[in-house]
């Protein structure tokens, strides 16, 4: 996913992405003030997102910039979602390692993801960016800066991640979800990316597989595991 040209164009997509770090952050410093541990492992989630958003694309697509024009500004830029959800999930466990703490933090994390990604799609449609690939399918298509029409990859994502806070929402105060909602975000964003990624504008390993497929893979592996994991463990 390229953020670098709506970045460089669009106010409004800018806005969202600010909008979106706003919120975590003041959803977590409300969070620290009742629970001070909660400020350094959310400074971990931060840094870890930013550190796994660029590697990824880097690995993905970044190579594809090398040869453009503005490619410093496209390589500073370049960011995506798969690659910020697991970076920060490492960032979290490393600073909860770091600093001894024991208590289950996903929960929270699974409340906001969902909701800061969805921000940053409104951008995504606003601008025109993170396309689909061109369809015939006029019912559902929306047509580029250059009039092709393309799938919606953008609306659709928005609508997941709205769909995903919705259930998230309402598992939230049921024992038998207590410290796994994370793990079931990661499972179903997995899922879902790795098939919505064949609709999607993306470079294909020959021809066949994207990077943030493989990435997915691994998300909802996790995802999965971690489920299985805490099935028989009390909530903390």
């Given amino acids: 996913m390229h953020w670098s040209d709506s970045l460089s164009a669009s106010p409004p997509y800018r806005w969202m992405l600010l909008g979106a770090l706003a919120l975590s952050a ?125 799938w919606p990859s953008a609306p659709v994502e928005l609508a997941f991640q709205l769909v995903m806070f919705g259930v998230l929402m309402v598992l939230r105060k049921r024992p038998a979800w207590q410290g796994r909602l994370f793990f079931l975000y990661l499972l179903c964003y997995g899922v879902f990316r790795f098939l919505h990624e064949w609709m999607r504008a993306t470079p294909k390993l020959a021809g066949v597989i994207s990077v943030y497929q493989i990435a997915a893979l691994v998300m909802a592996g996790l995802g999965a595991y971690m489920l299985h994991r805490r099935k028989k463990l009390a909530p903390v």
């Fill in 26 to 150: 003041t959803y977590w410093w409300i969070r620290s003030r009742k629970n001070p541990a909660m400020l350094p492992v959310y400074i971990g989630a931060l840094g870890g997102a930013f550190l796994g958003a660029k590697v990824l694309y880097l690995l993905a697509e970044g190579w594809l910039d090398w040869g453009m024009a503005d490619r410093w500004f496209r390589l500073a830029t370049g960011k995506t979602v798969v690659g910020g959800l697991l970076g920060g999930y490492v960032g979290v466990e490393f600073m909860k390692w770091a600093i001894g703490y024991r208590k289950s933090t996903g929960d929270a994390f699974a409340l906001i993801a969902p909701l800061g990604i969805a921000l940053g799609r409104v951008g995504c449609v606003l601008q025109g960016c993170c396309l689909g690939l061109p369809t015939t399918n006029r019912l559902l298509a929306m047509r580029d800066p250059e009039g092709v029409p393309r």
